[in-house]
């Protein structure tokens, strides 16, 4: 049986270096590519290259002799990166960037099989504005109306990845993330998701203390376990399917309720701040019924459980950082 080789770009990113561990155990050769190796473990991939897929250079020897790539690399964050509009034009730019040379030198190299990391970012604002029934139903990504930059740029991206396979018989497959959660994500520096933020908060403050939270804090999100993620893209990758497909939970929560979630699991009592900030859409939610019928998969664990230990990882790192200072 031959090894299959692998190219992961992003793999020193929280989703990527997670995938690069699952593709490992199921033997892979796995070279990864992203602008610094993983921040809190040793990565698992059999070679990294430290460099900047913006540069042709290092995506022809990033795709050289590798059967399958997946793309997870861009220029992204959380609410208070994406929705400032301060970063508009360089998350545009950059993330285009990687993945016109991704697809264009994987093509020439022989690449296969391309997975496209798309993001939930690219439905309507109009579908997202009651925070108790947003419409995220994959068909329901056109007329097009994101309401970032941010997923007006993977919306091109996907129909770049669409014009490949249609143009260049190459194989493709994309998946719609919907906030992925868990260890060895970035917790702190502007860039982290709001479960990060939240446990951040909570691990910081003192029993009876206030948390800030952006706005009203009614807005709705569903939140996926990283473990969750990786095996529903591995299902997608392996299948005949082509997308795109949502990947994410379907359990609906108020930030309100996720933040009073990481208080209950702390075991403190917390009360919330109400300031302004960046806060993308009223309403999202995973919606779920595509990929079930598709690939057979749903969430296997509720968000609890991959709230407690997300938790307890940054409780850990907080503590670690209080110290050394």
Request: glycine share 10%; hydrophobic share 40%.
């Amino acid at each position: 049986m031959t090894t299959r080789r692998v190219l992961v770009n992003g793999a020193g990113g929280f989703i990527g270096s997670h995938l690069v561990k699952r593709l490992k155990r199921e033997g892979a050769w796995v070279r990864g590519v992203d602008l610094k190796r993983p921040e809190f473990s040793p990565t698992e991939a059999d070679e990294f290259i430290v460099g900047d897929l913006r540069e042709p250079e290092v995506v022809r020897a990033a795709v050289d002799g590798v059967e399958h790539v997946y793309q997870l690399a861009a220029d992204m964050g959380g609410a208070g990166y994406i929705f400032t509009g301060e970063h508009d034009a360089g998350v545009m730019h950059n993330s285009a960037m990687i993945n016109l040379n991704t697809l264009e030198f994987g093509r020439l190299a022989g690449v296969r099989r391309f997975f496209y990391s798309s993001s939930a970012c690219i439905y309507p604002e109009h579908n997202q504005l009651d925070p108790d029934d947003p419409d995220c139903e994959e068909s329901s990504a056109y007329p097009a109306a994101p309401d970032s930059e941010y997923g007006w740029e993977k919306l091109f991206s996907e129909r770049l990845y669409g014009a490949y396979m249609r143009n260049h018989g190459v194989e493709v497959r994309v998946a719609r993330y919907h906030n992925i959660f868990g260890p060895e994500g970035t917790w702190r520096g502007g860039k982290e998701k709001a479960p990060a933020a939240l446990c951040r908060k909570v691990a910081e403050a003192a029993d009876g203390d206030a948390i800030e939270i952006w706005g009203d804090g009614e807005q709705t999100r569903s939140f996926l376990y990283i473990d969750e993620c990786v095996e529903a893209t591995r299902r997608l990758m392996e299948s005949d399917f082509t997308g795109p497909v949502n990947v994410g939970s379907d359990e609906m929560v108020t930030i309100n309720d996720l933040a009073r979630l990481a208080a209950e699991i702390a075991g403190k009592q917390i009360t919330l701040e109400h300031i302004e900030g960046p806060l993308g859409v009223r309403g999202r939610n995973s919606h779920n019924a595509l990929i079930e019928q598709e690939l057979g998969w749903r969430p296997a664990a509720p968000l609890r459980a991959g709230l407690q230990t997300t938790y307890e990882w940054i409780a850990e790192q907080v503590a670690a950082a209080t110290t050394s200072t």
